[in-house]
């Protein structure tokens, strides 16, 4: 594992992850119901069997050391059919909470959770994290938007010039605060660069002309069909499939999940 997995995790939405997987437990449970019960199984299905049992393997792992009050907290935003007696008797003085004070609370939940489904503590320090997956199974992999992720690295990038420029001007009255900024965007780029230029130069131009000009997609598509003749089909396909092997070399092969 290289540093630069540091850099990776910086545009990665761990709590958006988590949230998805607390949406996803009605359906696991329905899911791992009906499996259970058609005992003639087919082979494939006793495969989506044993994939809902390890979602429910690692989820439980790490519910387990969120405490009660954060379990009661989630599951009423998430999982209300699972409350008990006594859990919604908590919710009743949780009526008497302001908005701002219940987002708090929930986002401080969420944010427990995440640190146990995510390993987030080892991942700090520098040791889990990478394109063989250690650390981290399958299943909390996939829960990772890491096409989301890219789209920020790549408006990150899109913003180096300028900040470049900023830091320069203010290195005079800012010595140290801007030697630790120019040492985060070297670190950006070291992670960054390798992967953009293991692209090919016509999947640059395309993501440079689509993420890195300003332009609205429309524009940049009227633009490419007068250019090159393509049909606005032909350049949506050329645009993903740049787009994706970005993702890969970026995040990995095995860590290549979410949708544009």
Not at 28 to 36: G, H, P, R, S, V
Not at 81 to 97: A, S
Not at 193 to 205: H, M
Request: hydrophobic residues 35%; aromatic residues 14%.
């Amino acid at each position: 594992m290289t540093k630069n997995n540091k850099i990776a995790l910086k545009f990665v939405n761990f709590n958006a992850a988590t949230k998805k997987a607390l949406n996803d437990i009605e359906k696991m449970n329905k899911l791992q119901d009906i499996l259970t019960e058609n005992n003639g199984m087919k082979e494939q299905n006793c495969h989506r069997l044993q994939s809902v049992k390890n979602f429910f393997s690692w989820f439980n792992s790490a519910w387990e050391q969120i405490e009660e009050n954060q379990k009661s907290i989630l599951k009423e935003f998430y999982m209300n059919d699972l409350l008990n007696k006594n859990e919604d008797n908590y919710f009743r003085e949780w009526d008497y909470f302001s908005e701002s004070t219940r987002k708090r609370y929930k986002e401080k939940a969420i944010s427990n959770l995440t640190s146990n489904l995510f390993n987030m503590k080892e991942i700090k320090k520098n040791k889990k994290w990478g394109n063989n997956m250690e650390g981290l199974n399958y299943i909390a992999l996939s829960y990772i938007d890491t096409v989301k992720a890219t789209q920020n690295a790549i408006n990150h990038y899109k913003e180096m010039d300028i900040l470049r420029e900023t830091l320069n001007y203010n290195e005079n009255q800012y010595e140290m605060e801007v030697s630790l900024a120019k040492l985060e965007i070297t670190q950006f780029l070291n992670w960054f660069e390798p992967a953009w230029n293991s692209l090919t130069e016509y999947e640059k131009e395309i993501l440079s002309i689509f993420y890195l000009s300003g332009k609205s997609k429309k524009e940049i598509i009227k633009q490419l069909k007068n250019q090159m003749g393509y049909t606005e089909k032909e350049i949506t396909i050329q645009e993903n499939q740049a787009f994706y092997r970005l993702v890969i070399h970026l995040y990995g092969r095995y860590n290549f999940f979410g949708k544009k």
